[in-house]
């Protein structure tokens, strides 16, 4: 997790945020000083998960297919997020994948880049305010497609 950043919507507080600590299910943050009431925006730039060959969070089908399967509560498998219902957020969501296989989330992909002549990266519009269980991703072989 990296260019993690929060601001609140009162002008005169600035957080500073001093440590992140990872826990099973959670990730605790450590600001400078006590958060008064009020509302918050908390960005995370940059955040890399793992797979696993489970039925839960980002699931490895077999060796071409890679999904997620989020809901009811299993959000937190993929990002650290707030993993409820009633919760919305927008997600700009990037997969970067292998070179020769396809990516496809909620919305349409706006960019496609090589990284390198192994990795490509898809980059997808951002969604309306949902859930963070409804966010979506999949990489797949193009014959896969339907």
């Known amino acids: 997790m990296s260019k993690v950043s929060m601001i609140s919507a009162n002008d ?10 990872f826990h099973p299910e959670t990730v605790e943050f450590t600001f400078l000083r006590p958060l ?23 699931i490895q089908r077999n060796q071409k297919l890679f ?5 009811p509560n299993f959000a937190r498998q993929l990002l650290p997020c707030l993993d409820h219902p009633s919760v919305k957020a927008v997600f700009r969501v990037t997969v970067i ?24 990266k898809t980059v ?23």
């Open 36 to 58: 008064p009431k009020g509302q918050y925006l908390l960005t995370i730039g940059e955040y890399s998960g793992q797979f696993n060959d489970g039925s839960t969070g980002v």
């Open 124 to 146: 997808f519009a951002p969604t309306p305010p949902l859930p963070a269980y409804l966010v979506t991703f999949s990489v797949m072989p193009p014959s896969y497609l339907e």
């Open 12 to 21: 005169s507080i600035e957080p500073t945020l001093l440590t992140t600590r």
């Open 97 to 120: 994948h292998r070179v020769g296989t396809q990516a496809q989330s909620n919305t349409i992909a706006t960019d496609v880049s090589v990284v390198n002549t192994t990795w490509q």
């Open 67 to 71: 999904t997620t399967h989020l809901q």
